[in-house]
């Protein structure tokens, strides 16, 4: 040892601790397909880091750019570091590429992202409605298709 005595002084913006985060965690299966319009909540394992990350960054991707999970309301994707939040699927994506990134608004290393999952479009046939007489030789009128 040279100096024991010697002093070595480290820049306060090289400590940050070392978080991360967990999309899906066990007993709460990754999304699949979601259908637009529909209740889901986002789940994430936060490693007990509670009071060392209060909050926690969500975003969503919907095929083409990232957007704050929350762009159609107060888009700040700031959220409690509390484990789940619920979402309100967008109506107006249709996508298979879909993803969740979640991180450490003071800390972009501490970062899960999902894999790809579709959001499918709900489809709402409203004639010929179950009522509707079929003619031999004549092929039903669908009228109306939203969604």
């Keep these: 040892m040279a100096n024991p ?3 070595f002084v480290e820049s306060p913006d090289a400590f940050k601790i070392r978080g991360g985060f967990v999309l899906y965690p066990a007993g ?4 699949g ?3 637009s319009g529909e209740a889901h909540t986002i ?5 007990g880091l509670e009071a060392q990350i209060p909050n926690a960054r969500l975003e969503f991707y919907d095929g083409s750019s990232w957007h704050n999970y929350d762009y159609k309301t107060t888009d700040t994707g700031i959220i409690s570091n509390s484990g789940s939040v619920s979402w309100s699927v967008p109506t107006d994506v249709r996508s298979t590429a879909c993803k969740f ?3 450490d608004p003071n800390n972009s ?17 409203t004639a ?3 009522a509707a007489k079929w003619t031999i030789d004549r092929p039903p009128q669908a009228t109306t298709i939203t969604g």
Excluded: K, Q, Y
């Design 5 to 7: 005595t010697e002093e």
């Design 28 to 31: 709460h299966p990754a999304p």
């Design 33 to 35: 397909t979601l259908l």
């Design 43 to 47: 789940w994430w394992d936060n490693l």
């Design 101 to 103: 990134r979640i991180s």
């Design 109 to 125: 290393e501490a970062t899960d992202i999902t894999g790809n999952f579709e959001i499918r479009p709900i489809i709402d046939v």
């Design 128 to 130: 010929p409605t179950t």
